[in-house]
C-alpha cells in the first residue's frame, strides 16, 4: 500500500526531475546561458554582478564596495547582487561562475516548485494536484519570462513558500512559525529584488485578513514576523 509520505516523496521527485530535464541542456553537452537579444540584464547585470561575487567569494570576502566600475561603486548598497542570500554564498563559492550562474537558475525554479507543493498540501489538496499546481507555476510567465533576470527570478522564487508558512501561521501559531516565515522573507529581500518582497508582504498580508475569524494573536505574531524580517535584513537595508 502506497502512503501518503511515499506518495509526497514521489511528487518531490516528480517535480525535481521535470526541472533536470527541462534545464538540462544549460549543462550539457555545451555549456549555455539564458540569453535574450532584446534584454541584455542577463549579461550586463546580473552575470556581471555574479561574476565579481563570484571572485570575491573566493577570496573569502564579499564585494562590498568595486574599485572597478566607475570611480568606485557600494555593491552592497546597490543590493541586486544578493550578497546575503544564501544560496548565491553556496553556489558562487564552491562552483565556477558559469555553472554556479545555471544552478542559481534552476535551484531558483525548483524552490517555486517545492513551496508550491508545500502550500497545496497544507491546503489539504491531494499529491497529484500539487504536483499539477506547481509545474504549472514553475513553467508559467510569471517565472519563464525572468530566466534572464537572476535576480528578480530569485527574489520571486520564494513567494510560494512564504505564502505557505504564512498559511502555516494562521492554521497553526507558534513561535517556531514566526521565526521560519521571518528568516524566509529577510532571505527573499537579500535576493536583491525588494519589489518581490513588497508584492509577497502584500499578498501574505491579504491572507492573514481574507481569514475573517483569525484571532488577534495571529495578526500580532505576523507582526512579528514583518518585525524581525527587517531586523534580520538591516545589514542590507541599511547601507
Not at 553537452?29 to 547585470?45: A, G, M, R, W
Not at 561575487?53 to 572597478?68: A, F
Not at 548598497?77 to 550578497?83: A, N
Not at 502555516?168 to 522573507?185: E, G, N, R
Request: some cysteine; proline content about 5%; charged content about 10%.
Amino acid at each position: 500500500m502506497v502512503t501518503t509520505k511515499h506518495k509526497d516523496m514521489l511528487a518531490v521527485v516528480c517535480i525535481l526531475s521535470s526541472v533536470i530535464i527541462f534545464f538540462f541542456p544549460l549543462f550539457y553537452p555545451k555549456p549555455s546561458i539564458v540569453f535574450t537579444p532584446e534584454i541584455y540584464d542577463s549579461y550586463h547585470l546580473s552575470y556581471s554582478q555574479k561574476f565579481l561575487l563570484w571572485k570575491n567569494l573566493q577570496k573569502n570576502t564579499l564585494p562590498l564596495w568595486s574599485r572597478e566600475i566607475g570611480n568606485g561603486f557600494p555593491v552592497l548598497g546597490e543590493g541586486q547582487t544578493g550578497i546575503f542570500y544564501l544560496p548565491n554564498l553556496f553556489f558562487f563559492k564552491f562552483f565556477d561562475h558559469f555553472t554556479a550562474y545555471n544552478l542559481s537558475i534552476v535551484f531558483s525554479i525548483l524552490l517555486v516548485g517545492l513551496g508550491m507543493y508545500y502550500y497545496v498540501r497544507l491546503l489539504r489538496i491531494g499529491p497529484f494536484l500539487g504536483v499539477i499546481g506547481s509545474l504549472t507555476l514553475m513553467y508559467s510567465g510569471l517565472y519563464m519570462t525572468r530566466l534572464s533576470h537572476l535576480t528578480l527570478l530569485q527574489g520571486f522564487s520564494l513567494l510560494p513558500l512564504i505564502i505557505a508558512l504564512t498559511y502555516l501561521l494562521i492554521s497553526k501559531p507558534s513561535y517556531t512559525h514566526v521565526l521560519m516565515l521571518a528568516f524566509t522573507m529577510s532571505q527573499q529581500f537579500f535576493a536583491g529584488f525588494p519589489q518581490a518582497s513588497f508584492i509577497t508582504i502584500l499578498y501574505a498580508t491579504s491572507l492573514i485578513l481574507w481569514h475573517r475569524k483569525v484571532h488577534p494573536k495571529i495578526i500580532g505574531l505576523f507582526i512579528l514576523s514583518l518585525t524581525l524580517s527587517l531586523g534580520l535584513s538591516a545589514v542590507q537595508i541599511i547601507p
